[in-house]
C-alpha cells in the first residue's frame, strides 16, 4: 500500500492517526483492517494500533501491538516499535495523554508504565493495572489482516486471551487511586463527541 510507504518514520504515522477522526463506533462496533482505515479515514485504538503495526511493517519493523489491561475502563492497544535498543510507542486514543510515546523506555515495562499516570476513567481514577506480551500480527496473515475488508475480530479474541503481566503491586491494585483535577482536565483536551464528565462531589483533588 503506497499510503503506508509514505508514512516513513513512527511520528508520520502518529501524525496521521491524529489528523483522521476518532471512531466511536456510532453504527456499531468495528475492527477496522488498515486498508479500510486509509479508505474510512477513522480508527478507534485498536483500529490506530493495528494500523500503526501495518506501517512499521512497510518500513521492515516487526508487526506489534500489546494490550494495556485496565479495571473499570476500556483496555487501551498500543503499537510499539524500537529505536537503537530503546521502545516508544504509537497510540490514537480518546484522552491526550495516552498515545505518543517517544524512544526512550529501555524495556517494554518502561514503556507501559509511562501511561499509568495518564490512564483514568470518567470518575478520574488511575486504573492501569497491566499489559500483554507483545502479540506479532504477521501470525495473522493468513486472513489477510493488513487489507481484508472483514472485520478483524481474530484479533480481538487473540488479543485478549495471551498472557498479561500485572503492573503494579497487589496492594496498590486492590485500592482506588485518583487523579489531580487539573491533570483529569487537560487528558478531555480534543475529546471527541460530548464530553462527559462527572459532577458534584468527586474523589478528585
Known amino acids: 500500500m503506497r499510503a503506508l510507504r509514505a508514512l516513513s518514520t513512527p511520528e508520520k504515522i502518529q501524525r496521521f492517526l491524529d489528523e483522521i477522526p476518532y471512531n466511536l463506533e456510532k453504527n456499531g462496533e468495528t475492527v477496522r483492517s488498515p486498508r479500510r482505515v486509509l479508505h474510512d479515514r477513522t480508527a478507534h485504538c485498536f483500529e490506530g494500533a493495528i ?6 511493517r512497510v518500513r521492515g519493523e516487526r508487526p506489534l501491538i500489546v494490550d494495556l489491561a485496565s479495571v473499570r475502563d476500556d483496555d487501551h ?5 524500537r529505536v537503537r535498543g530503546q521502545w516508544g510507542a504509537i497510540a490514537t486514543s480518546k484522552f491526550a ?3 505518543f510515546r517517544e524512544p526512550v523506555y529501555r524495556t517494554l515495562r518502561e ?3 509511562s501511561y499509568f499516570e495518564d490512564y483514568y476513567n470518567d470518575a478520574g481514577e488511575k486504573t492501569l493495572r497491566g499489559y500483554s506480551r507483545p502479540v506479532d500480527l504477521s501470525r495473522f496473515d493468513r486472513i489477510g489482516w493488513m487489507t481484508t475488508a472483514s472485520e478483524l475480530w481474530p484479533l480481538t479474541e487473540y488479543l485478549y486471551r495471551v498472557p498479561h503481566v500485572a ?3 497487589q496492594g496498590y491494585a486492590r485500592g482506588r487511586h485518583w ?4 491533570l483529569y482536565e487537560a487528558g478531555y483536551y480534543g475529546y471527541p463527541g460530548t464530553r462527559h464528565m462527572r459532577r458534584g ?3 478528585l483533588g
Not at 492497544?77 to 516499535?81: C, E, F, L, Q, R
Not at 487523579?179 to 487539573?182: A, I, L, P, Q, S
Request: glycine content about 4%.
Open 201 to 203: 462531589r468527586t474523589p
Open 179 to 182: 487523579m489531580d483535577r487539573r
Open 111 to 113: 514503556l507501559v508504565l
Open 167 to 169: 503492573l503494579v503491586p
Open 97 to 99: 495523554g495516552i498515545r
Open 51 to 56: 494500523f500503526a503495526a501495518a506501517a512499521l
Open 77 to 81: 492497544v498500543i503499537a510499539p516499535y
